[in-house]
C-alpha cells in the first residue's frame, strides 16, 4: 500500500515551526507566551460544577449519551438564531466535533475535492492551508494590506474566480490579522458565492470579540445563503475551554450528513463530559464572557499603545485577541526576528511567516496575558527592538 503522495510542507511556516517556538519557549522560568491563542481565564466555575455533578452521579448508557448531545445541539441551536442569525435543525444541520480544529478539517474535507480551487484571503489561519493540502484542492490567496488593516476587497475576490472555484474561506474576525468583514463586505461575498454557485466556509469563532463598534455579520444569515454555507464555531474562546475540545459545524442537512459520515469514521462522538460542559457553558449566565470581553479591551489597549510607542505600524485590530504588526522595517525575517526576540526578552511572539511567506517580516502578538504581565513583556519587547532601529 503507498500513501497519496502531497505537497510538501515549507519548513519555515505552518503549525510545526510554531510549536518548536513554544518548546524553546519553557526553557525559560520566566518566559511569557504572547503567541498562543489560548485564553488564560479559568473555564468559569459554573460550567465545572455541571461537570463535577455529572462526575458525581456518572451516565454511562449510549441512551443518556445520545439524549444529552441532542441537548447540546439544541443549545447551539439557540446561539445560532441568538448570536449570529442563523436558523438550523438542530437534528440535521448540526454535527458536534472535538473543538474548532477538527470542525475546520472536518468542513474542508466535506466542501472541496481534489483540483477545486478555494478562495483565501490572506493572511490566514495556517491550519486552512494545511486542510485544503490534505484534501488535495488548491488554495488561492487573496491579497490583503496592513495600510488597509487588511481588510477584504470584493472585486480582488472575484478577480480570483475561476471555472474551478468551489469555495470562499471567509473568517471574521480574522486570524491573525484581527480584520472584521463588514456587512457590506460579507454581502459582496455572499453576492458572488450565489453568482458563481460557491460554497461559503466561515468560522465564526471570535465573533463574542469585537472592538470600536465592529459588527459580526454571518454569511448563512443573509437571504438565500444558508444552503450554501458551513458554519464553524467552539467554545475554546469565548468560554475559555480550549482543552474540553468542543465545537461544532453547521449547514445544510446534505452536507452535514455527508460531514458526520467523515467525523464518525475518523473521532467517532465527542466526549460526554464536554458536552455537559458545553450544555452550561450556552444555557448558563454570560457574566464571564463578558468579563473575559472587558479585559481584552484593556489589554488590546496596552499592545496598541508599546506598538505606537515603538513606531510600529499594524492593522487595526477589530476583532479577536491579536494584533498583527508590521516588522519589515528592521530588515530582519520574522523568524529571525522572534528567534532573537525570544532568545533576548523570553517573550514568544509568533512570525508572521508561520501564516505564510507572504507574511514574513509581520509578527503576530496576542493580548492573553494578565495586564501586570502584558506589560512587562511589552516592555522587554521594545527595549529589544529599540536596538535594532
Known sequence: ????????????????????????????????????????????????????????????????????????????????????????????????????????????????????????????YNTYADAIRFAGAVRVPVATSVEEHFAVDPEKVRAAITPATRAIVMVSPNNPSAAVLSPDQV???????????????????????LYDGAVHTSPASLPGM????????????????????????????????????VKEATSGGVSTLSVRAGIAALTGPEEPLLEMHAA???RRRIVLDALD????????????QFVLADMRRLGL????????????????IYPGVSFGEAWDGFMRITFLQPEPVLQDALARVVHALSALG
Open 1 to 124: 500500500m503507498s500513501l497519496r503522495p502531497t505537497e510538501a510542507v515549507p519548513a519555515r511556516t505552518g503549525t510545526s515551526l510554531l510549536y518548536a517556538l513554544l518548546a524553546q519557549l519553557r526553557q525559560y522560568t520566566d518566559g511569557v507566551n504572547l503567541g498562543r491563542g489560548d485564553p488564560d481565564f479559568a473555564t468559569p466555575s459554573h460550567i465545572l460544577d455541571a461537570v463535577r455533578a455529572a462526575l458525581d452521579a456518572p451516565e454511562r448508557e449510549l441512551g443518556d449519551a445520545s439524549r444529552l448531545r441532542a441537548n447540546l445541539c439544541e443549545a447551539i441551536a439557540a446561539r445560532l438564531r441568538r448570536i449570529n442569525g442563523i436558523q438550523v435543525d438542530p437534528q440535521t444541520e448540526i454535527v458536534l466535533t472535538q473543538g474548532g480544529q477538527e470542525a475546520l478539517f472536518l468542513m474542508v474535507q466535506t466542501a472541496l475535492a481534489p483540483g477545486d480551487e478555494v478562495l483565501v484571503p490572506e493572511p490566514n
Open 333 to 348: 525575517s520574522s523568524l529571525d526576528l522572534a528567534r532573537r526576540i525570544l532568545e533576548e526578552t523570553h517573550v514568544l
Open 296 to 298: 481584552y479591551t484593556r
Open 187 to 209: 454581502k459582496a461575498l455572499a453576492a458572488l458565492a450565489e453568482q458563481h454557485d460557491l460554497l461559503v466556509l466561515a468560522d465564526d469563532i471570535y465573533d463574542r470579540f
Open 226 to 261: 444558508k444552503a450554501r454555507t458551513l458554519t464553524l464555531n467552539a467554545l475554546s474562546k469565548a468560554y475559555a475551554m480550549t482543552g474540553w475540545r468542543l465545537g461544532w459545524v453547521a449547514g445544510p442537512a446534505p452536507l452535514m450528513a455527508q460531514l458526520r459520515r
Open 309 to 320: 510607542s515603538a513606531g510600529f505600524r499594524y492593522g487595526i485590530p477589530q476583532g479577536g
